[in-house]
């Protein structure tokens, strides 16, 4: 096995996303030592009993305590008092990256309280599935996924280079973007989409004249699909359309004004002009399959490995 990329990581927040780290740390020798902060005592025994962790706490600043590497992994709502509490205690060189959804807030809510000499670099893999907690992990949740990096300008090139070869290590492809760019994309391709499942899902459970044995009975003929995503960790997305304000609104906005463009072409039978969006739309997905980040076999009963919830 390779050396350590790292020789202590700290996870701060041990559910999905946390312990897919930790098993792909372990199972590729990334770090010599890996401590974890968790809020509930549940949590913190099971990262000791699935071995995602060598050592657990419970506060963040004795999980941060000499770590190198530093990986925020609650949702974005808690950056801001994990960043307070972790500050005082981080040692000049570490790093500190996280996962979440959003960028621009992170920076916002954790830079302040970075003392000098500590790096902050924050991070988004772009993996994940509906199920949270600290036994929905799995080492190879990054594998060939992406990893977007936000580095500030004048980032320390050595340890943005690490970062990079941990996030490797993890099998994923690291792209860089700046802060309010990645809102904007993520905005779309999913956050926008999170709110229309969440949407789809709750008008289908208020409808009147449809009951809700009928939902469930014919759901395959594409409800099923919404539900999946609809069941995703309802923290962790108040936390992101809170967090992605803007960027949401703007993508929200133009998705209203194609959809007034699908109400029209309907209500006037313009088959053609449907045809045309239909066409245009599956080209899209084979560009997905062909970039290897979907496969092409019917999806009935999709397993969770790889299929994104974020
Ligand atoms: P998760 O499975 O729900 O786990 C969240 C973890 O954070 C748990 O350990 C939880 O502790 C802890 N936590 C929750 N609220 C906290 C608070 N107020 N203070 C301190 N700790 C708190 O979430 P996840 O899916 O791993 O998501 C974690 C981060 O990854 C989020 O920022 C999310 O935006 C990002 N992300 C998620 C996905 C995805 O598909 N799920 C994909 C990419 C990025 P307890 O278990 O003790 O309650």
Redo the contacts with the bound molecule.
């Keep these: 096995m390779a050396e350590p990329v790292f020789r202590h990581v700290a996870l701060i927040?041990?559910?999905?996303?946390?312990s897919s780290l930790g098993h792909i740390m372990r199972q590729n020798g990334l770090a010599g030592h890996v401590s974890g902060f968790?809020?509930?005592s549940a949590?913190r025994d099971k990262a000791i009993q699935l071995k995602i962790v060598d050592e657990i706490h419970d506060n963040a600043a004795d999980a941060a305590k000499g770590a190198d590497l530093i990986i925020l992994?609650?949702?974005?709502g808690?950056f801001k008092v994990?960043a307070a509490e972790i500050g005082p205690v981080l040692k000049p060189g570490a790093i500190v990256t996280d996962?979440?959804?959003v960028k621009e807030a992170v920076v916002r809510d954790c830079a302040p309280f970075m003392p000098a000499g500590v790096h902050l670099i924050p991070g988004?893999?772009v993996?994940?599935?509906e199920q949270?907690?600290?036994e929905?992990g799995f080492a190879d949740l990054f594998d060939n996924r992406w990893v977007i990096l936000t580095p500030p300008d004048d980032v320390d090139e050595a340890a943005f280079k690490s970062l990079v070869r941990f996030w490797e290590g993890c099998g994923s492809n690291v792209e860089i973007m700046t802060p309010d760019h990645h809102d904007l994309v993520l905005a779309i391709t999913s956050h926008i989409p999170h709110l229309i499942a969440y949407n789809i899902v709750g008008t289908a459970d208020d409808l009147e004249q449809v009951t809700r044995s009928e939902v469930i009975k014919y759901s395959a003929g594409g409800f099923r699909d919404f539900t999946r995503i609809a069941a995703s960790?309802p923290?962790?997305w108040r936390d992101?359309f809170v967090h992605n304000k803007d960027a949401v609104l703007e993508m929200l906005g133009r998705f209203t004004e194609d959809l007034t463009d699908l109400q029209r072409a309907i209500r006037r039978g313009d088959a053609d002009r449907l045809f045309e969006i239909f066409t245009k739309t599956r080209s899209i997905r084979r560009r997905i399959i062909d970039a290897g980040q979907e496969t092409e076999a019917p999806d009935f009963g999709r397993h969770t490995t790889g299929s994104?919830?974020?």
């Excluded at 927040?13 to 946390?18: A, P, T, Y």
């Design positions: 927040g041990i559910g999905l996303i946390g968790a809020k509930s949590t992994c609650t949702p974005v808690a994990v996962v979440g959804s988004h893999p993996a994940g599935t949270s907690g600290p929905s960790d923290t962790m992101v994104g919830s974020d």
